[in-house]
């Protein structure tokens, strides 16, 4: 009997080998032309939405993020996704309560021009806890292309990264392209949520959780839009934001202390390649690391706090104490304990 062996990886990303011809200077120079299409340049404080707020686009869009995961999408596709609903909300009002209906179609549109098996209407109606149908989800399909006037094949971020990091000559300095390519999609898939989340980075590699998770969205009807930057990286062009996570990865990677380089010199080499002011760079380079640094305070917190469940439910009192604790004034119900 032959032996069978499993040749399949789990890399996420399922492309064809590169082809010289697409790194051409016309490429890239078209690419920059056409970009501007597709800038959502969505905000909340000029928009025609009643109902929807920024945090209520920033949970529905970590949502979206987590299916894309446990569904091993390849990267763009949930940046494709965002960039479907933003533009929706620019264009159309619509309530509250059809806002996870409205990610479920982008999800369902964007798979279908970058994944090579898209996601099936039945999956995404289970990850909403069965709170839309199939044939909602098949109309609104036609109600976002129409609204967007069939114009799907957008331009994202990630879709510049080859053409610039293939320009920086990183090898000189032995600088993998694929380590900063990575970095940089990480950081670009934080952006397109318009603000950070409590995820770690590490979760953000394709790699989903073992067990499917459904979700019903409960928007709260009265949210805090008072906080600034909620949806702050939907007004920059997917190339501006393609260079400054370049460069917040090459800086975490040691571009300036490890490989004794300049920052400035790296962003003029950017500014550059992309027609931008090196000072516009400046400024969205400084916004991620703020973003990066709030990221992982959220992370550390979550942390803290699980650890302090664990070691409560871990440390069991003997039973002497029990006993002298039963006339206390201690709370017993969790919800009259104020942290």
């Not at 460069?247 to 490890?258: E, H, I, M, R, T």
Request: glycine share 4%; hydrophobic share 40%; charged share 25%.
């Amino acid at each position: 009997m032959m032996d069978l062996h499993c040749c399949e990886t789990t890399e996420n990303e399922i492309t064809a080998c590169d082809d010289k011809t697409l790194h051409h200077e016309r490429v890239l120079e078209n690419m920059i032309k056409n970009e501007d299409r597709y800038v959502p340049m969505y905000s909340s404080s000029a928009n025609i939405q009643t109902e929807i707020t920024d945090p209520m686009i920033m949970i529905v869009g970590e949502w979206m993020m987590e299916v894309c995961e446990e569904q091993k999408c390849q990267d763009d596709v949930f940046l494709l996704a965002m960039n479907y609903m933003y533009r929706f909300l620019k264009t159309t009002n619509i309530k509250k309560n059809q806002l996870q209906l409205l990610g479920a179609a982008c999800m369902f549109l964007a798979s279908k021009l970058r994944e090579p098996k898209p996601l099936p209407a039945d999956t995404l109606v289970f990850y909403t806890d069965h709170s839309i149908t199939k044939n909602m989800l098949m109309k609104w399909e036609l109600l976002v292309l129409s609204k967007l006037k069939w114009d799907v094949v957008a331009i994202v971020p990630v879709d510049f990264l080859p053409h610039l990091l293939m320009r920086l000559n990183l090898e000189r300095f032995e600088i993998r392209r694929e380590m900063v390519k990575k970095h940089a999609k990480i950081l670009i898939t934080l952006c397109a949520k318009g603000k950070s989340a409590a995820v770690g980075l590490d979760g953000l590699d394709g790699r989903g959780p073992e067990t499917k998770r459904t979700v019903a969205l409960k928007v709260p009807g009265t949210v805090d839009c008072s906080q600034p930057n909620q949806c702050r990286f939907t007004s920059y062009h997917p190339s501006l934001i393609a260079c400054a996570c370049i460069v917040s990865a090459l800086c975490g990677l040691g571009w300036v202390n490890k490989y004794q380089q300049t920052l400035d010199g790296l962003l003029r080499r950017l500014a550059e390649l992309i027609a931008v002011e090196t000072e516009i760079m400046r400024v969205l380079v400084t916004q991620i690391d703020e973003m990066i640094k709030e990221n992982f305070n959220d992370v550390k917190d979550n942390k803290n706090v699980c650890e302090e469940v664990t070691r409560s439910e871990q440390c069991t009192p003997p039973p002497g104490k029990i006993r002298d604790h039963k006339t206390a004034n201690t709370p017993t119900d969790v919800h009259d304990i104020y942290f």
